[in-house]
C-alpha cells in the first residue's frame, strides 16, 4: 500500500473470507490501485452497517485506513449490488468464474483502470443476460487482450501469413491460429473450425451490444469453450477451480440445448 494514512476508492469484492469471530477479510480490485486485501472489522456481525456493501462481487466505494499489515476499511457505501449474481447459482458461479480469471492474471496493487472497467461490466453482464455461454466466451477475449495475451486470430502465428477462414489450428504455446501446412511448428495444437475461427473474430472485434444477440448450437458453444479454457489453461499452468464446478452445474440445469436457434454473422471482422 502506499504510505497515505487514507486511500478512497472504488472497488468490487473478488474474494473474501472469516477472520477472527467477527471481522471479514477481503480481497479487492480497484480502480485506483489494483487488487489488495483489507480487513471488514465486524463485518459478519448482523447489526454491523458494513454487511449490506461487502458481499461477493459488489461494486462499492471504500475509504481504507492504513494498517500494520493490510488495510482496515473504515467506510462503505454501494455503488452497484448486481444482485442476480447472488440469487442464481449458475450466475454466481459465472461471476466466480470472472474475478478468479481476473485474480490468476493480475498481481497485487498493479493498476489497470481497463480490467477493473471490463469486470464491472463482465458482472453486469452475468447479472443481466440469458446468453451466460457467450458472455463468458467474451469476457475471456477482452480479458486476455488486456492482460497482454490477445490471441493471433487474423495471420499465421508460424509463417506471419494471413489465415483464411477455415479450417485451422489454434496453438497455445505460440499464441494463435496456425495454418494447416504449417502445422509441425506445434504438435500439439488443436483443430479449429471454420465457424469457430469466424466467432473468435467476431467477439474480439465487436463490442457486447453487437453481439450479445448472437444465437449459437450447443456444438459451437462446445468448441469455443474447449479452444478458450485450452488457451487459458496453458497461460495459467492450472485449472480454475471455478470452472469444474461450473460445468457440473450446467450439465445438471442443462444449459446446453441441442435445439436451440443459432444466428451467425455475416460480415466479415476486420483483420488486426
Sequence with gaps: MSRDRNRRTEAIVIKRRDYGEADRMLSLYTREFGKLDAL???ARKPQSRKTGHVELFMRTNFMIAEGRNFGIITQADLVEPYAALRED?????????????????????????????????GLGWFNQTDNLLLAARYYELRLLSLAGFQPQLFRCVATGEPVEQEDQYFSAELGGLLKI?????????????????KL???????????????????????????IMQYYLTYHLERNLKSVEFLYRLRREAALFTEDAPQTIPTDEPPAS
Design 200 to 226: 473468435l473474430r467476431y467477439l474480439q472485434t465487436r463490442d457486447w451490444p453487437t453481439i450479445q444477440a448472437i444465437q449459437l448450437r450447443p456444438e459451437l458453444h462446445r468448441e469455443l469453450e474447449r
Design 89 to 121: 447459482l449458475i450466475r454466481t458461479t459465472y461471476a466466480a468464474y470472472a474475478t478468479e480469471l481476473l485474480d490468476k492474471f493480475t498481481a497485487d496493487e498493479d493498476k489497470n483502470v481497463s480490467l477493473y472497467e471490463l469486470l464491472g461490466k
Design 40 to 42: 471488514a472489522k465486524g
Design 181 to 197: 501446412k504449417a502445422r509441425s511448428a506445434d504438435r500439439k495444437a488443436q483443430m479449429v473450425s471454420s465457424t469457430a475461427v
